[in-house]
């Protein structure tokens, strides 16, 4: 045999490959006899259970009767017709009965079977339940889909698992009744209403229910701060104690909780500011105690910023006079909630300004401050100048001052006065008014510039010197001071652009007054830059008549106040200042008690005592004079004050006792006329007002005007006390301020016995001293009768 034949030779199988086949062979056939006896199996089950069904159907459903159809009227006369034409006589009666009865139970002879299929209709026996079957309607008990809501996912080992829960069925709503009478209404109501209770019922049914409020509001507010970490989650059932929805105590209930929420706020709220994480530090593990931290955190801002809008809400539905669905409070009762949520919000904005969302609340404040109602309006402007007083660091100052500025802005100069005196509250000492003339930081010098220029023990001393600097630096908090400063800064500029917006846009606004008042007390910061513009415009005020006289008085104190810090360094001689308060000195009310008197004497400080080496003679010997003319028409809390500059202003020109003199020096006679100081020869008189004065009912006045006719010394006889000699004249007009003071005027009618009074200005006299005056006028030389003899009246002296 070749080797083709080799090849087309076919290889016997080993006897491992046979029984390997074998095995296959008989696996195989196994699985198809299992397969059969399953599919075999589950067409039995299928076609038992259809039967099953067929039977449940056929129970389940009613027979109908046979059908009967009514015969036509001509089909009964065809009938009678045929009975008729019967032969009977040839059938028995019983026969005739037996006939008739069968054809009566025989509905197939009754049918019409021109109007129905045939009866006897031939189907296949397999086909036929089942189509019949089919062809029938089926009523099966099906229950009602509920609606799924399907929520987020839990994740676990196994994977992601999906949660979802039933959708709460909400009651439909009834049908629309039709519309019944008003009668009927109320017939209806009626029933629904119970059993009315006496007043004395409800008071003590309300009692009970506020009283268990009561004890359910302390006993979570004393849980939270007993454990605030593990209790944190009861702030959300607290704060849904302000949806309190029973008409009954509602609204006594939602003020409680307010008001206990903030104190819990107030107490466990932490001394640092709390800030959202990171997704890197949500990823990464910490420990417990840690994530407890953190889970608080949280918690606390959450419902603290819950707790901000509850309150925003509340004042909110006040001014929109929007009524809830509920109804559990009425409209009358926002005004209180409102009032309530608003001081709640200013006790927060005072005692957490360092706390997460205060900027926040500084922006729902602050319109309120403008409020049209009184009450609160203070009480909103209370709560921004305690925060001004007490903030150290500037922050809350800063943020305070930007919304005031925009909503002056916004709302075109159209707010109350008190919104910008609550600036006069800054606690601003020290700006950064010269940022290039700064001294340089001290700079470190790098590795790189120590080899090339130091040795290496130079270097080792280098650096221990640098240490020792930088722990200096950290334990003077240089850093905090500049950031301070930078603060200060930042805040004055948005407070003197307010102040310019005023004066340059609205001049004849009521704000000014407060402007002028805030420039007079910042003055010392404003930069060099401004104050020629500044005293410009100051004056251009002053002399343009539309200010009152308060307001000049403003001008003139912020002018010397510029002039006095800063402005030492400017060549500027304010004669027209100095003239024009000794013209409007005699102007200043003599009736009712008024602030003037503060604002003058603070101008008579600046002006004469702290600016002495740049006042002459003359001015300082006129101002004596009328200031003495002045105390003659004043209250005595003026006076005493008016009293108490003519001491120091003798004090600080010693040569002024030539005033208590009655002989003239140089030439020219006393003008007092005549308003400009310098040129009224002051010289030429002398203060005889003090003699009036000395007698004055008050008893400071008299010890002011018998120390000052001997000169004002300071010790002697004639010296004061030192409670009165250590007081400023502001202190003393203060001190003996009479504001509560009434004075009741004449009534007409026939004269008293009792004696009469009469009066120069304010000073009360008995009568006895009438003669004394008169006669101590007529003992005067000529030159004390015309220094007496003033300008006529005018109306403004009037």
């Known amino acids: 045999m070749g080797p083709a034949s080799k090849k087309n030779r076919k290889k016997k199988p080993s006897f491992r490959k046979l029984l390997k086949t074998s095995n296959l062979k008989l696996e195989n056939k196994l699985k198809n006899r299992q397969f059969k006896q399953q599919s075999s199996a589950k067409k039995q089950r299928k076609e038992q259970r259809k039967l099953r069904q067929a039977i449940t159907d056929v129970s389940h459903q009613t027979l109908k009767p046979l059908e009967r159809y009514k015969k036509k009227p001509e089909d009964e006369e065809e009938e009678e017709e045929f009975l008729e034409s019967l032969p009977t006589d040839m059938m028995d009666e019983d026969d005739l009965e037996q006939i008739k009865s069968m054809a009566q139970k025989a509905s197939f002879l009754t049918r019409d079977i021109s109007s129905c299929a045939p009866v006897h209709a031939k189907k296949r026996k397999s086909e036929q339940p089942v189509e019949k079957y089919e062809k029938m309607p089926r009523k099966m008990q099906q229950k009602e889909e509920k609606e799924l809501i399907h929520l987020l996912p839990i994740k676990d080992k196994s994977g992601l698992i999906p949660q979802s829960m039933e959708k709460p069925v909400v009651p439909e709503a009834e049908e629309e009744e039709e519309p019944k009478d008003q009668d009927e209404l109320e017939i209806e109501e009626e029933p629904e209403s119970g ?13 009970q229910r506020l009283m268990e409020k009561k004890l359910r509001i302390a006993s979570v507010s004393s849980a939270i701060l007993a454990d605030p970490h593990a209790n944190i989650k009861k702030l959300k059932e607290l704060r849904a104690m302000l949806m309190e929805t029973d008409p009954c105590v509602a609204v006594t209930v939602r003020k409680l909780v307010m008001v206990s929420l903030m104190e819990v706020f107030k107490d466990i709220v932490p001394a640092y500011r709390i800030r959202p994480l990171t997704e890197a530090e949500k990823a990464t593990k910490v420990k417990k105690e840690t994530q407890q931290l953190r889970e608080f955190e949280e918690g606390l801002v959450s419902q603290y910023k819950f707790y901000l809008e509850d309150l925003e809400q509340t004042v909110k539905d006040w001014k929109q006079k929007k009524q809830k669905r509920s109804k559990a ?34 922006v729902m404040v602050v319109p309120l401050m403008n409020d049209p109602v009184r009450t609160v309006s203070e009480i909103c402007c209370e709560a921004v100048r305690t925060l001004l007083k007490q903030d150290k660091v500037g922050q809350a ?10 909503m002056v802005k916004s709302r075109n100069y159209n707010v109350k006065p008190e919104v910008l005196k609550t600036l006069l509250c ?15 930081k001290n700079k470190f010098m790098s590795f790189k510039e120590k080899k090339t220029s130091l040795s290496r023990m130079q270097r080792k001393w280098k650096k221990a010197e640098e240490k020792l600097q930088k722990e200096l630096l950290e334990a003077e908090a240089s850093e905090g001071k500049e950031k301070k400063i930078k603060l200060h800064t930042e805040t004055l500029n948005i407070v003197f652009l307010i102040y310019f917006r005023i004066l340059k ?19 010392h910061l404003i930069n060099l830059e401004f104050f020629d513009d500044l005293l410009a415009v100051l004056y ?17 104190l912020t002018s010397f106040h510029i002039l006095s810090g800063q402005g030492d360094v400017l060549n500027i001689d304010p004669l027209k200042f100095y003239s024009h308060l000794y013209q409007t000195l005699l102007t200043l009310h003599a009736g009712g008690a008024n602030d003037d008197t503060t604002i003058v004497l603070q101008c008579l400080d600046v002006m004469l005592t702290k600016r002495r080496k740049q006042v002459t003679l003359q001015r300082a010997q006129a101002f004596m004079k009328r200031l003495s003319t002045l105390g003659l028409h004043v209250l005595p809390d003026s006076c005493v004050g008016v009293l108490a500059a003519n001491r120091t202003l003798m004090h600080t020109f010693p040569k002024c006792d030539i005033l208590l003199d009655n002989e003239m020096q140089g030439s020219g006679v006393y003008l007092p006329e005549l308003d400009v100081p310098e040129y009224c020869n002051p010289q030429n008189t002398a203060l005889w007002e003090l003699h009036l004065l000395k007698r004055h009912y008050h008893p400071v006045v008299r010890k002011f005007a018998a120390h000052l006719m001997k000169g004002a010394p300071s010790e002697g006889s004639g010296a004061l006390s030192m409670e009165l000699s250590r007081r400023t004249p502001v202190q003393l007009f203060e001190d003996y301020s009479v504001k509560d003071m009434t004075f009741n005027p004449p009534v007409a009618g026939p004269p008293s016995k009792k004696k009469e009074h009469f009066t120069i200005g304010h000073a009360f006299l008995d009568p006895d001293l009438k003669t004394q005056i008169d006669a101590a006028l007529q003992t005067e030389s000529e030159q004390m009768v015309l220094d007496f003899t003033l300008q006529p009246d005018t109306p403004q002296e009037t």
């Open 397 to 406: 100052s800063l943020a305070m001052v930007k919304v005031i500025s925009g």
């Open 505 to 523: 846009k609205a001049q004849k606004s009521i704000l000014l007054p407060s402007v002028l008042e805030g420039l007079a007390k910042f003055a």
């Open 426 to 440: 800054l606690r601003i000492k020290e700006v950064d008014m010269k940022k290039d003339t700064e001294a340089p």
């Open 540 to 556: 251009g005020l002053i002399i343009s008549g539309d200010l009152t006289y308060r307001e000049s008085l403003h001008c003139i």
């Open 195 to 207: 059993p009315s209770l006496t007043p004395q019922e409800q008071l003590e049914l309300r009692t």
């Open 329 to 362: 409070v009425s409209l009358q009762s926002y005004k209180g909630l409102a009032e309530v949520a608003i001081r709640c919000i200013c006790d927060l904005l005072v005692a957490l300004p360092h706390f997460n969302f205060h900027n926040n609340i500084i």
